[in-house]
């Protein structure tokens, strides 16, 4: 692929480009480091057309790949927008102010949930069952489509991570790794499909509480524990505390189902993995809880519409996923379909990490 690219990510599993082909179509291209370790370019490609062939709203599948022993490229959708994580915790805009709109924050929670539950039974009876299905489910890798409708990126890469044995753990750079489980055994136990819903709790705590939480740093220095935080004040009946100034100051009456949610992601990064909720029972009591609370805003629109002109969803658009032909020596994976508009925003943290 010959094309202009800039630098606009990097992480632990390696660094992401934006890249302009010559039909003036963007599209980010990764290369994953931590893919050298594949078994053999016939494994990666079966395993890469297999995600490529996922399909749901709430999902990012990729567009493309590269094989080289030595390099891995993987090509997606352009999504202006940006992460999840880089919205709620980088300059705070014009999309952060958008985010503090309590619907558009439940529209998020619901999308994350939907998908990857979705994920958990499309990717069951696989080669990767071994390992969690998405293995890597955090702010950074939900991108936010034009409407703030939740994209989930980079699932389904245990398996290519963590070397050529199946059940090995993967790398560290994994954010599924991170579950309680998996860390009390020193990187020896690969993540499983509940590790999955420990990381979806803590994305559902990030984007309740505005936090940026500790758990995503290596080194856990730095941020908010939000876990031991969380469990703590759910415990002593402080939940309430916990909740973003920024949705709570014009969302007051919505606290209640906010606590709800909360309660909800509590129970999903509970420290024993056998007492956390499954993943299909985990998202649909996010749904569940989102279903309520938009019933409430209702409710309050109904009562008071001119309050509700001014606080609620507005118009919004239905976003598409699109799909870019082949370039040069990339393998294809999805069909051609141009999104029909596209907006400028931040073209900064789109992680692959």
């Given at each position: 692929m010959k094309a202009?690219?800039?630098?606009?990510?990097?992480g632990?599993l390696?660094?992401?480009?934006k890249?302009v082909?010559?039909?003036?179509?963007?599209?980010?291209?990764?290369?994953?480091r931590?893919m050298n370790?594949?078994?053999?370019?016939d494994?990666?490609?079966?395993?890469?057309?297999?995600?490529?062939?996922v399909?749901?709203a709430n999902?990012?599948?990729?567009?493309?790949?590269?094989y080289r022993?030595?390099?891995?490229?993987?090509v997606?959708?352009y999504?202006?927008k940006?992460?999840l994580?880089?919205v709620l915790?980088g300059d705070?805009?014009?999309?952060?102010a958008?985010?503090?709109?309590?619907?558009?924050?439940?529209?998020?929670?619901?999308g994350?949930a939907?998908?990857?539950?979705?994920?958990?039974v499309?990717?069951?009876?696989?080669t990767?069952?071994?390992?969690?299905p998405?293995?890597?489910?955090?702010?950074?890798?939900v991108?936010l489509?034009?409407d703030f409708?939740?994209?989930?990126?980079d699932?389904?890469?245990?398996?290519l991570?963590?070397?050529?044995?199946p059940?090995?753990?993967?790398?560290?750079?994994?954010?599924?790794?991170?579950?309680?489980?998996?860390?009390?055994?020193?990187?020896?136990v690969?993540?499983?499909?509940?590790?999955?819903?420990?990381c979806?709790?803590?994305v559902l705590?990030?984007?309740?509480t505005?936090k940026f939480?500790?758990?995503?740093?290596h080194?856990?220095k730095?941020g908010?524990?939000?876990?031991?935080?969380a469990?703590?004040?759910?415990?002593?009946?402080?939940?309430?505390?916990?909740?973003?100034?920024?949705?709570?100051?014009g969302w007051?009456?919505?606290?209640?189902?906010?606590?709800?949610?909360?309660?909800v992601a509590?129970?999903?990064?509970?420290?024993?993995?056998?007492?956390?909720?499954?993943m299909?029972?985990?998202a649909?009591?996010?749904?569940?809880a989102?279903?309520?609370?938009?019933?409430?805003?209702?409710?309050?629109?109904?009562?008071?519409?001119a309050?509700?002109?001014a606080g609620?969803?507005?118009?919004?658009?239905?976003?598409?996923h699109?799909?870019?032909?082949?370039e040069?020596s990339?393998?294809?994976?999805?069909s051609?379909?141009?999104r029909?508009?596209r907006?400028?925003?931040?073209?900064?943290?789109?992680g692959?990490?």
């Amino acid at each position: 692929m010959k094309a202009a690219a800039e630098v606009i990510g990097s992480g632990g599993l390696g660094s992401a480009y934006k890249a302009v082909m010559a039909s003036g179509v963007a599209v980010v291209v990764k290369r994953a480091r931590d893919m050298n370790r594949a078994a053999s370019k016939d494994a990666f490609d079966a395993e890469m057309r297999r995600l490529g062939a996922v399909r749901h709203a709430n999902l990012l599948p990729p567009l493309a790949y590269h094989y080289r022993k030595d390099e891995k490229l993987l090509v997606y959708e352009y999504i202006p927008k940006g992460s999840l994580q880089y919205v709620l915790h980088g300059d705070r805009g014009m999309d952060y102010a958008a985010l503090a709109d309590w619907p558009t924050r439940l529209r998020v929670a619901a999308g994350i949930a939907r998908g990857a539950a979705f994920l958990h039974v499309a990717l069951a009876g696989t080669t990767t069952t071994t390992h969690a299905p998405h293995g890597n489910l955090k702010s950074a890798n939900v991108l936010l489509a034009p409407d703030f409708e939740p994209l989930l990126v980079d699932f389904g890469y245990a398996g290519l991570v963590g070397g050529q044995d199946p059940h090995a753990a993967p790398p560290p750079s994994m954010f599924a790794y991170r579950a309680p489980e998996c860390a009390a055994a020193g990187g020896n136990v690969a993540p499983g499909a509940k590790a999955d819903v420990y990381c979806l709790g803590v994305v559902l705590l990030e984007l309740l509480t505005g936090k940026f939480p500790a758990q995503y740093l290596h080194n856990a220095k730095g941020g908010t524990d939000l876990v031991m935080w969380a469990t703590s004040a759910m415990a002593e009946g402080y939940e309430r505390d916990l909740l973003d100034p920024a949705v709570v100051a014009g969302w007051k009456f919505a606290v209640p189902d906010m606590v709800r949610l909360m309660r909800v992601a509590v129970d999903c990064v509970e420290k024993d993995a056998e007492k956390r909720p499954g993943m299909k029972e985990a998202a649909a009591r996010v749904v569940e809880a989102v279903v309520a609370a938009m019933a409430t805003v209702k409710e309050r629109q109904e009562e008071q519409p001119a309050a509700a002109a001014a606080g609620g969803e507005g118009d919004r658009t239905t976003s598409s996923h699109a799909a870019y032909v082949r370039e040069g020596s990339m393998q294809r994976v999805t069909s051609v379909v141009e999104r029909s508009s596209r907006r400028g925003s931040n073209d900064y943290s789109y992680g692959i990490s």
